[in-house]
């Protein structure tokens, strides 16, 4: 069966950090890019990171550059997003997906997607 499978949110305090797990099964990340994205209440899915882990290359949006950090675990098949620094701004469902474009500028994509994580942080 094919899924990715988030985890790892949750409430932090302004200044905390988390770390978001996006685990695949059924296929390999090693051929395709993976993404994360979050969308907030009221507001439109944004995509924040997009990573070819074959390449080593990682594009950030502006919104998180320096403080979130992708990375990715070969044994594991799993992509991870390092998130310092949190603000309540970051306050949003987190996803993880396939396929994402290395521009940032789309929200969606065709790949797979994971059922989303939660993730709060307090002022």
């Known amino acids: 069966q094919v899924q990715l499978v988030e985890s790892g949110g949750g409430l932090v305090q302004a200044g905390g950090s988390l770390r978001l797990s996006c685990v695949a099964s059924?296929?390999?990340?090693?051929?395709?890019?993976v993404g994360w994205f979050r969308q907030a209440p009221e507001k439109e899915r944004e995509a924040i990171s997009c990573?070819?882990?074959?390449?080593?290359?990682?594009y950030y949006a502006d919104s998180v550059k320096g403080r979130f950090t992708a990375s990715r675990d070969n044994a594991k098949n799993t992509v991870y997003l390092q998130m310092n620094s949190l603000k309540p701004e970051d306050t949003a469902v987190y996803y993880c997906a396939t396929d994402c474009l290395y521009s940032l500028t789309s929200s969606t994509t065709d790949g797979y997607w994971g059922q989303g994580t939660q993730v709060t942080v307090s002022s």
């Open positions: 059924g296929f390999s990340l090693d051929y395709v890019t």
């Open positions: 990573s070819s882990f074959s390449d080593g290359s990682t």
